[in-house]
């Protein structure tokens, strides 16, 4: 995992995939309101859900997922708000501040569900203006829960859920072991700060567990769901990705 631990992020492929995902659904509105028509079930639309979506590359798919899910779902009204950044994380905090920034949005947008989705650029040195913690260190390890903490205890609220969402299975052998040692940190922090961790890890994996390009989506069918760079998605992986999460915090079934 060299070129992550020497500050280079996870972007050009991924900056496309999620671009071109993203003028899709701004084409199509991008606030996830349904053009009204004469049926009943326009006449009596699903109660709106608001969602924030806070996170790094994958989340910023993830959001636009939420909002192509919202678009073409009647049984879901979905009103998502991004807030996810390309090429940030909870280790780089001179590129973005994660802590300090999740307190500003929490208390400007009452959004009812919180989802996060991080770790994408995570395995690296944390730099602070004193010191630097090389990863998996131990003053790596306690500063990196320090900061999921700080995150997590900025956005919970009264009558506010809030969803962590794992790292999915990648097909680089150097990244696999990194994102599987942070999912087990992100589900430790998520229950010890009473939100729910749901895992995506096992979503994407074939039956032996193993990574693959393509495979059977949300609706069973088979298709490309992997972008190149075998740790982003393809447009129809993150469609499939938001409908998982979906059903997960039981917005659909």
Excluded: C
Aim: aromatic share 10%; glycine share 8%.
């Amino acid at each position: 995992m060299s070129d992550l631990k020497n500050g280079m992020f996870l972007r050009p492929l991924a900056r496309i995939v999620i671009t071109l995902l993203t003028l899709v659904t701004m084409s199509l509105g991008v606030a996830a309101e349904k053009t009204s028509d004469t049926s009943a079930e326009d006449k009596n639309p699903p109660k709106v859900v608001s969602i924030a979506v806070l996170g790094d590359s994958l989340a910023d798919g993830l959001y636009a997922g939420l909002v192509q899910l919202s678009r073409h779902d009647k049984s879901v009204n979905l009103k998502v708000t991004k807030y996810s950044r390309v090429n940030t994380g909870l280790v780089r905090y001179d590129r973005y501040d994660w802590s300090s920034a999740a307190k500003k949005i929490s208390k400007k947008d009452k959004s009812t569900i919180y989802i996060l989705m991080f770790g994408a650029n995570d395995l690296q040195t944390i730099r602070s203006s004193k010191k630097r913690h090389h990863y998996q260190s131990e003053g790596w390890l306690k500063a990196y829960k320090e900061r999921i903490d700080t995150v997590l205890q900025s956005v919970k609220q009264p009558g506010r859920k809030v969803y962590w969402v794992g790292l999915p299975i990648v097909g680089k052998s150097n990244f696999a072991k990194g994102y599987q040692y942070l999912n087990g940190i992100f589900a430790e922090r998520a229950k010890a700060n009473g939100v729910t961790y749901i895992e995506s890890w096992s979503w994407f994996a074939s039956k032996n567990g193993k990574f693959q390009m393509s495979g059977p989506g949300a609706d069973g069918k088979k298709r490309l769901l992997r972008a190149k760079d075998k740790v982003h998605f393809t447009a129809a992986g993150y469609r499939d990705l938001s409908h998982f999460v979906a059903r997960e915090i039981e917005l659909t079934k």
